[in-house]
């Protein structure tokens, strides 16, 4: 049973929903807990109040819910998680592995802070049930229309239990008042015209498109010992490269190349990853996708020889 | 000389700016310089970080510069100044004190926080300098668009040394990535269009009748007892009530006659000021300004008797 009604709370951007909950939950030293990678604009806007981050275990379908430690819980502030289409692995957590994190956080007094950013970015059928559908008392959900709509507007949105969104909305005055009414007016404007929805399915099957050109060429273009992700939907490819190879050095010369990517390390809190490598697909037509792959295939082969 | 050239960062509001510079520059216990009474908005802002404010020395024309003590400034992270049409007390700094000020900030490598939101609403005359103008390696100048175009539009500046901007751009990037392009995109086509050009003089006209009513008003329908403040621009007068008189106890009692005003004590870092009072007459017709100060004036009459 919630805590209170839910409410909800018009943020300027889900990054300012990060920064009020960082606010409101963390203290120097407070544990905070993530997924190792995760994004990283979120470990940015919690580091501003100096927690302690603490990993949370992980393996091929994203975060290991049973590998959870009920002693790693203790104190901990809040669990940060990005269970659809995660920045940076493009992973969705499975329903159940949703119902058993929602059943941890109800027996130890856990918030997990869930950003969906991607969700409607679906590629087949649409992701399971929210971590907030399975306990809304425990949850503080962020939603963007960044993504669907267009991310100059800076409109987020967090819902929560009415006297979580209570402590927020005083956060939030002293912080900047109040969200845009001009960008809320023009945001309303476009949702009750019904715009995104004929858009929406435009969007999911060009991203689909680009999502399915990238995977194949990785398949043709990577060396064998290359790893990756293969996204039900959302924006990125989680690239593993042989240990040995670090992203951070090849970068320049893939950016000599006209090849950009974002190296893995900045995603992780802790035991940086160095040889892991997060691709984009979104915004590049399907014939130069196929020549950035190739161009960066034949950078790693050159390089382990 | 600059440390640095200036550089601009456009922030969410300038209430975005205080929070800005709160987290660069207040830690836990730092000890910062306001006005007694100064704007409530910023002692919220500040109060997020865990400072401990101290008041500077204030006398009829706004704060007493020479009575400020060197030791009162050593330690202090920054002083919060409104020179310009103080909220809440209406009054101006005159250019000597803000030329003292900004030789005591150089001598004393103190950083000035200039707030000044409402300098373009000046009734007879364009108000003195700027801090800046007077030390601009030491001031963090903050201006906004709220009380000259639209407040809904959540746009404010903050001009400083290019080295603190590049803190406060990481701090900001932290914060909400950005602020809105669609926002700016607006400012920037009525800004250009020069409709503030045509559109202030009659803000000012408006604003500068309306204080001129108020005033009258006062004279007239307030005890002789009562004092308040002749603002020369801005949107305020501070109304000093006899000390036996608390403004929090009067609230209720205006409000029930149709009469709103905001008690001064929570403009006051420490030393609440109980028997003092914000007036606003921007935002009302003359006859019905003149209607409420009577109402109040007949309601402090009631109340001492």
Redesign the interface.
């Known amino acids: 049973m919630p805590t209170s009604p839910e409410q909800v709370l018009i943020v ?2 889900s ?2 929903g990060l ?1 009020l909950v960082g ?1 409101a939950l963390i203290d120097p030293g407070s544990k905070v807990l993530v997924e190792s990678p995760t994004y990283l ?1 979120a470990l ?2 919690f ?2 109040f100096e927690p302690k981050f603490a990993a949370l275990p992980a393996d091929a379908e994203g975060l290991a819910v049973d590998a959870i430690d009920a002693p790693a819980l203790r104190d901990a502030r809040f669990a940060y998680v990005m269970p659809t289409f995660q920045n940076p692995t493009g992973l969705t957590l499975p329903a159940g592995r949703r119902a058993a994190l929602a059943a941890l956080a109800r027996e130890h007094d856990l918030w997990l802070v869930e950003d969906d950013p991607y969700g409607e970015l679906w590629y087949r059928s649409a992701p399971p049930p929210s971590l907030r559908a399975y306990a809304p008392e425990r949850t503080i959900r962020l939603g963007s229309l960044s993504k669907v709509l ?1 991310p ?3 409109l987020g949105f967090l819902i929560a239990p009415a006297d979580v969104i209570d402590v927020l909305v005083r ?1 939030k ?11 809320q007016r ?1 945001a309303t404007h476009v949702l009750a015209s019904g715009l995104l929805k004929t858009h929406l399915p435009h969007v999911r099957a060009l991203y689909a498109d680009r999502c399915a050109v990238m995977l194949d060429a990785l398949r043709t273009g990577f060396p064998t010992d290359v790893r990756w992700t293969e996204p039900d939907g959302g924006m990125f490819i989680w690239v593993e490269l042989p240990p040995s190879l670090d992203a951070g050095t090849l970068l320049p010369l893939a950016i000599e190349r006209k090849v950009a990517f974002v190296p893995g390390e900045p995603f992780c809190a802790s035991a940086p990853e160095r040889n892991h490598v997060r691709l984009s697909f979104v915004t590049v037509a399907p014939e130069r996708i196929r020549e950035g792959v190739q161009i960066l295939g034949a950078l790693l082969r050159e390089f382990k020889s």
Do not use: E, N, P
């Open positions: 300027s951007g990054q300012q920064d606010k604009g940015q806007a580091a501003q267009a100059g507007l800076r956060i005055q002293a912080t900047d008042l109040h969200t845009s009414t001009l960008t023009a």
